[in-house]
């Protein structure tokens, strides 16, 4: 059975932090991990990574896979109060369009 | 701009009830999902459609039902209600041909209560 683990599962910090956000996976045949942001409702695409060492970035967020170890991390700098969210991590298989999710990191950033 | 649109941000329904939570997207997408999603256990994937009429089970199907007829609809059916299907109820979709062929596009989601 396919799982993706998150932690921590939640997380305080102050504006202007830097956070790291991890996601473990065990998949039978992995295709890509991505990476969404959920706020109040429906959650939205941050990246999608199928390659071990090619960092994706998108302002001061940033993303990294290893395949070989099996894990991603998502950094996000000097953290605002916008970027309070759940961070969730999936990850895809092929021959499947179905996406296993984590259970989330909940990222509370305090003014 | 792409768009997942579904019927109900909050619903409250009675125990026994035949409830119908409806998703409509508007990118011509192949494939279509229902997940329900609870504190501590994450998204959980009911049931998922490849193509219209088509459908498959997800990790939790039980209680639940789909139906497909048109490319862009799909619908969730909870046959008769239950206080433990009280939940978020989010429907996605996803293309088959594009570059990013796992990316999953999300509607607002259905708050859905049973009493």
């Known amino acids: 059975e396919d799982k993706v683990v998150q932690s921590p599962l939640s997380l305080v910090v102050h504006e202007g932090d830097t956070v790291t956000l991890n996601c473990s996976y065990e998949v039978t045949n992995f295709r890509s991990l991505l990476w969404y942001k959920q706020e109040k409702k429906a959650p939205t695409f941050l990246f999608m990574l199928?390659?071990?060492?090619i960092e994706k970035k998108s302002g001061r967020l940033s993303s990294i896979l290893d395949k070989k170890e099996l894990f991603s991390i998502l950094n996000i700098t000097a953290t605002q109060t916008g970027d309070s969210a759940v961070y969730l991590c999936a990850v895809a298989n092929f021959g499947n369009e179905k996406l296993t999710f984590g259970t989330g990191t909940r990222l509370t950033i305090i003014p | 701009d792409v768009k997942v649109t579904q019927s109900s941000r909050y619903l409250v329904k009675r125990t026994g009830e035949k409830v119908f939570l409806e998703c409509v997207q508007d990118m011509d997408h192949e494939n279509m999902f229902w997940y329900r999603q609870d504190p501590g256990l994450g998204l959980r994937l009911i049931y998922f459609?490849?193509?219209?009429?088509?459908?498959e089970k997800g990790d939790i199907p039980e209680g639940y039902s789909v139906s497909r007829e048109k490319k862009e609809r799909f619908s969730l059916i909870l046959e008769s209600a239950s206080t433990n299907q009280t939940s978020m109820y989010l429907c996605?979709?996803?293309?088959?041909?594009?570059?990013?062929?796992?990316?999953?596009?999300f509607g607002p989601g259905t708050r859905l209560t049973v009493l």
């Open positions: 199928t390659s071990s060492g």
């Open positions: 996605a979709s996803s293309s088959l041909v594009t570059a990013s062929y796992n990316e999953q596009f």
């Open positions: 459609s490849y193509d219209v009429k088509m459908k």
